[in-house]
């Protein structure tokens, strides 16, 4: 019994990086967690999150294509659809779904315990959803609707 305490004390004092002491509940080790493997899922999980809205704006777009009338919306709001699709699927998809595999993958790779600042990497996640959200309320205010040619 003495020998299975020493052990777990051990493996504890080994890791001092990931260590979570004052977690609670699970919504707390996600929201305050610096590990490059737990963000790196946080990002891909987001960013699958919003390929999921920009999808929903794709088919819209190709339902609106289906018949050479303007049919479904508007062509103001078809141009609108367009821009957002595009925006939402580079920026909220394609580049923090990068971000993803290189959090979980590079420190692996090179044999690091944790990325260089951890907590500006925690920092840096954080942002992504306010900013997709950001993004998203513009449909409620004038969204761009410049096509394809904004980014």
């Known amino acids: 019994m003495a020998m299975q305490q020493e052990q ?14 004052h977690v609670r509940r699970w919504q707390d080790y996600f929201t305050f967690n610096t590990d490059h493997k737990v963000i790196g899922i946080q990002y891909l999980v987001t960013s699958f999150f919003f ?31 367009m821009t957002m699709h595009g925006t939402i699927m580079i920026f909220l998809w394609i580049i923090p779904a990068g971000a993803a595999f290189a959090n979980y993958l590079i420190p692996l790779m090179i044999g690091a315990k944790d990325m260089a600042f951890p907590k500006l990497n925690a920092v840096a996640f954080w942002m992504l959803p306010p900013g997709g959200l950001l993004l998203l309320a513009a449909f409620f205010v004038g969204a761009p609707e410049a096509g394809w040619t904004s980014y």
Do not use: C, W
């Open 8 to 21: 777990t004390k051990a493996h504890k004092d080994a890791d001092p990086v990931h260590q979570q002491e």
């Open 51 to 81: 390929s999921f809205i920009g999808g929903a704006l794709a088919e819209g777009v190709r339902t609106e294509l289906a018949t050479p009338d303007p049919d479904f919306v508007s062509p103001l709001m078809y141009n609108r659809m």
